[in-house]
Structures are given as C-alpha cells and as structure tokens.
C-alpha cells in the first residue's frame, strides 16, 4: 500500500547559501523535489553563484513559479527575458541573472536540475553524453519545424513506433514516412503542437530515454500530458524511436 511522504520544506530541507544576497533551500518528499530561491535586491548569479558552480554562467535549467518580486533573465546568446510575480518559466541553461528593483525576488522550482544548483556539481554543456545533445537537438528542431534538421539525425531505415488506436498510431518507416507522421500532428493541431524535453538518461551504448512534456490545442481543447521516448542510435543515426505514455487512452481520444 503507498503511504502519504512529507517534508516540511524549511525544516528539512537543505539550505544552499549564495555567495551573498540571499540562498535557495532544497527540499524532497518521495518522487517530489521542489527548490525554494530567495534572491535579495542585489543578486546575480554570475556574482553570487558563479563562484559556488565553478562555471562562467548559470548551466542548470529551471522550470518554475514566481512567488514575489522581479528577476532579469540574460542567455549565452545574448536575448533576454523578465520574470515577475504570478509568472511560470522554463529557462534554458547558459544564462546570467539578476534582480531588478528593491523587492526579493522568491520562486519556486520544480526542475529534476535543481538538486545541482549552487554547487560545483553542474555539467558544461561540453561533457553532456553526445546522444543525450543530439535529442536535444532534434526536440529544438521539432518544435521549430526545422525537417530538414530532423531528416539528418535520422536513418534512412528509421522506424517511431506510436501506440494506441488514433489516426497517429502505428508503425511510421523511413525518413519521409517519419517526417509525414509529424505534419499529420501539426496539421491535425493546427500547428501549435509542442514537446518540450524535461531530462533525458543515456547508456553511453546508444539508447537515450528523453521524458517530455506534450501540448497541443485542437478543436478549442488544450491537452497537456507528459510521455516520453525511448531513441536508439547506431553512430550518430537514430535508428529506432519508440514512444510511450502514461495515458494512452487519453491520447486516442484527443487525436480520435
């Protein structure tokens, strides 16, 4: 029988002290891991973090809720973003940060990252596992509708197994017989499908399991739900994509 895991967030947590300008307290309870920040007027990473992570920006994503306050958001690439009270986020790693005005800023995350925050145990992205980067890569390229990009991580013998009984379901072979199943998805979403990649664990060998989460609108319904994809890869090639879901009857029914 399950039995109810509690913790209570300030009392059990561990607490991670920046360098100055406030800290950030992690807490677990089962399978639920939250980080709680609180960045005081005056906070930057790259001041106040930078030296705990041994890193020149911030490499951990995070996925949360603005509680109070203002944070300024500067990516390796040079775009910038601001997040404030009420605001959900996903920030993508490599990125500078600071608090804007007189008010802290407090937030909550939720990102399986987060347990390496403000430590020295944050990856470069030069050490992630090279087919752990390439499933990234083709996540970025699917929700930007880049085929071409996708068409050159897969084999010519590639097969995405989808299971269920939709108009999706099935066996979908080769490149172009791939590539067609996914602008059946777009078309019959009118293009604002999306699967935005939570984590992703690798073998070392060639097999990458990437958990997702999937959104989509059609015909006035938004359907939110999470999965995930099993890739095998020989050399740089995905072979063989297979999918799974913790709902499939409900997947049948949005794509009915």
Not at 49 to 54: E, I, M, S, T
Not at 74 to 79: A, I, K, P, T, Y
Not at 101 to 129: F, K, L, N
């Amino acid at each position: 029988m399950a039995t109810a895991q509690i913790a209570h967030l300030e009392t059990d947590g561990e607490t991670r002290a920046f360098k100055a300008h406030g800290k950030a307290v992690l807490g677990s309870a089962g399978g639920a891991t939250f980080m709680k920040g609180t960045f005081e007027p005056g906070w930057r990473w790259s001041a106040d973090v930078a030296p705990l992570a041994g890193s020149t920006s911030c490499q951990v994503r995070h996925l949360g809720y603005v509680i109070s306050g203002r944070m300024h958001v500067q990516l390796d690439d040079g775009s910038e973003a601001e997040i404030s009270a009420g605001d959900v986020f996903d920030l993508p790693s490599g990125h500078d940060a600071w608090v804007v005005g007189d008010e802290p800023c407090v937030m909550v995350d939720i990102s399986p990252e987060v347990t390496r925050y403000a430590t020295g145990g944050a990856p470069s992205p030069q050490a992630e596992d090279r087919h752990i980067a390439l499933v990234r890569k083709g996540y970025e390229a699917f929700n930007n509708g880049d085929m071409d990009t996708l068409a050159g991580l897969f084999s010519q013998d590639i097969v995405q197994h989808v299971p269920g009984t939709s108009v999706l379901a099935g066996a979908h072979k080769g490149i172009d017989g791939v590539l067609t199943h996914y602008g059946h998805i777009a078309e019959l979403t009118d293009g604002n499908f999306r699967a935005d990649l939570i984590e992703a664990h690798s073998d070392g060998a060639g097999h990458v399991t990437a958990v997702h989460q999937l959104t989509g609108t059609r015909n006035g319904v938004t359907r939110v739900s999470r999965g995930s994809l099993l890739f095998t890869f020989v050399g740089s090639k995905v072979t063989d994509i297979l999918e799974l879901s913790g709902d499939i009857a409900g997947d049948d029914a949005f794509f009915a």
